[in-house]
């Protein structure tokens, strides 16, 4: 399988995952926005608890020259870690919340 195909699945699994365990009430969802055509990928909260409103993102991936950057990850799982467990290459994912003066001290991709 193409290593971008391969990513694009596994993204999918790990949000697809995370929005089976978050607990959707009559008024809260969460919701997948998946554009695998630009390679963005982000599970989010949408709706209200009572006169509040709840919108958010809960964990944001992109692709980008054939990299994973985690651009946001709201939950208490390190993401960049089950990556690696699921077979990708500590050299394949940016953790992009990190400036980039910090992500040379990971040991993941700087860029």
Do not use: C
Not at 24 to 50: C, K, M, P, R
Request: charged share 20%; aromatic share 10%; hydrophobic share 35%.
């Amino acid at each position: 399988m193409d290593k971008i195909k391969h990513y694009r699945q596994l993204i999918k699994q790990i949000l697809t995952e995370h929005a089976q365990n978050i607990n959707n009430t009559d008024t809260v969802n969460s919701q997948l926005i998946i554009d695998s055509e630009n390679d963005h990928y982000q599970l989010a909260y949408v709706g209200w608890q009572g006169d509040k409103r709840v919108f958010g993102p809960v964990m944001h991936f992109d692709i980008q020259n054939g990299k994973i950057w985690i651009q946001y990850n709201g939950t208490e799982e390190s993401v960049a870690e089950r990556l690696v467990e699921l077979g990708v290459p500590t050299s394949d994912i940016v953790i992009g919340f990190h400036s980039p003066f910090k992500r040379q001290f990971t040991s993941y991709a700087v860029e």
